[in-house]
């Protein structure tokens, strides 16, 4: 039998990973009810540390047939260039349901609330503190990760580590400073509608950041493994397009919810 392939596509092998993936994403899930109901973390870790290690080995095989068996032909390029459009569209979805339920709450506040937004009793953020300086922070790690683009482009590698590098620490610190700004919140997530749609919102946001952060850190390491070149960089324009993205939703969420909802 011969194993000559006479078409540009990457038909894959049988892989454990799909299943083993979402059996410890489960489990994981089921672990987070359980430290909700009984503060049990023994089940969450467990699902945790199964999905992390999924993912890595996941990484390691996508990245070893783009890289090292050469199978990620120029039609199959085109393909994971699509399939992460249409990830990215679902994701803007996903946080349009947050700012319908924010407006629809906001735009005609109910009795229940004081027939006021932000309701009675809630203290808002000043959004021109942390909120503000979490803006000027997404914004310029938006510009490093187009630099560190664009020195790729250019075959200049010294500079596109240093500008991926900056990026991934911007990514840290944004994360660092919404912890801060959740940990001296004058409201939780069980204070009316506000808290809800806040905390969803932002919340949901921050882990983009934690796994945009995440796919920017393993780029930087193959960066410097060489797995990129000007011509083969797809992981690399996918983790830069997702991070264009959580900046845009950041600006959303802050001109919305931040300012206009205070």
């Not at 050469?70 to 399939?83: A, D, M, N």
């Not at 493994?225 to 997702?242: D, L, M, P, Q």
Request: aromatic letters at 18%.
């Amino acid at each position: 039998m011969s194993n000559k392939q006479n078409h540009p596509y990457h038909l894959v092998e049988m892989s454990p990973w799909p299943l083993v993936g979402a059996l410890s994403t489960m489990l994981t899930l089921v672990g987070l009810i359980s430290f909700f109901q009984q503060s049990s973390t023994k089940i969450m870790m467990l699902g945790t540390m199964m999905t992390l290690m999924v993912m890595i080995q996941w990484w390691r095989d996508v990245v070893r047939e783009g890289t090292y068996q050469g199978l990620h032909t120029k039609v199959v390029i085109k393909g994971l260039r699509w399939g992460m459009i249409l990830f990215i569209i679902s994701e803007v979805f996903f946080f349009i349901s947050f700012f319908w339920a924010f407006f629809h709450s906001s735009l005609s506040p109910t009795v229940q609330i004081g027939s006021m937004w932000p309701p009675v009793g809630i203290i808002p953020f000043n959004p021109m503190q942390i909120p503000l300086l979490n803006t000027v922070i997404l914004l310029t790690s938006g510009v490093t990760v187009t630099w560190a683009h664009h020195s790729m482009l250019n075959n200049n590698f010294k500079e596109m580590n240093q500008s991926l590098t900056i990026t991934i620490i911007m990514g840290l610190y944004f994360t660092m400073l919404q912890a801060y700004e959740y940990i001296e919140a004058p409201f939780t997530i069980s204070d009316s509608v506000y808290g809800s749609t806040f905390f969803m919102a932002t919340g949901f946001h921050g882990l983009h950041v934690i796994i945009g952060t995440t796919f920017l850190f393993i780029c930087l390491i193959r960066q410097l493994n060489f797995h990129f070149s000007k011509n083969h960089h797809v992981g690399f324009e996918a983790a830069a397009w997702y991070w264009h993205f959580v900046d845009v939703v950041w600006l959303f969420l802050y001109i919305s919810i931040y300012w206009w909802g205070n």
